[in-house]
């Protein structure tokens, strides 16, 4: 079952952000970030909601998390939103090709701020079905991204937010060293969101 509060976020940040920067690699690294950012949106509706209410709406497949007690154990604002910057970074990596253990490294590393929070952060991002991001995103990507970068580009172009110059396309870096890019981008669209 697909959760509509899921896709329904998926089309808010196309809506959002600008479109991807052209070529196969250039939209798929832009699908990853979209679907990073909508994990970690799914992550905060269920600390939202509370372990207990986000669980039963996780296992009748309502939602695609099923909620921690991280704000009960006090991570709030700008913090919360570090975390889930650190989820999102997470999701990123995994779903352009890197195994687990290493991203949880990389991870901790970049987000020592957070403490045991990052690895916490990691490891709940890590939950996304290995079929899905191994074999269901790729395939799906491999079919459609042609239609996508024409969508997204086609709906976009000159497109500017009040008050703003025109938006670049996203481009974002195939080396996870610098992924202060993929970081930068989740917080600034976390904050759109109002987290």
Request: hydrophobic share 40%; with cysteine; net charge negative.
């Amino acid at each position: 079952m697909t959760t509509l509060f899921h896709e329904t976020n998926h089309r808010l940040l196309w809506a959002l952000l600008p479109p991807p920067a052209r070529g196969r690699a250039s939209v798929c690294r832009y699908l990853n970030f979209c679907e990073s950012i909508v994990v970690a949106l799914d992550m905060a509706l269920g600390d939202e909601l509370g372990p207990e209410l986000s669980e039963a709406f996780y296992l009748c497949g309502a939602t695609y998390d099923p909620g921690t007690t991280v704000h009960a154990e006090g991570l709030a604002g700008e913090v919360y939103r570090r975390y889930l910057c650190a989820a999102a970074y997470t999701t990123w990596l995994y779903m352009e090709g890197y195994e687990p253990e290493p991203v949880v490294e990389h991870v901790r590393a970049a987000f020592a701020d957070l403490g045991p929070f990052a690895e916490r952060a990691a490891r709940r991002a890590l939950n996304i079905d290995p079929q899905f991001v191994r074999r269901t995103s790729p395939l799906w990507q491999e079919k459609n991204w042609k239609r996508v970068e024409a969508f997204l580009w086609k709906r976009v172009p000159g497109r500017k937010r009040r008050g703003e110059a025109d938006l670049a396309p996203v481009d974002l870096p195939a080396d996870p060293q610098y992924g202060e890019v993929v970081v930068e981008g989740a917080d600034q669209t976390l904050r759109w969101f109002g987290l």
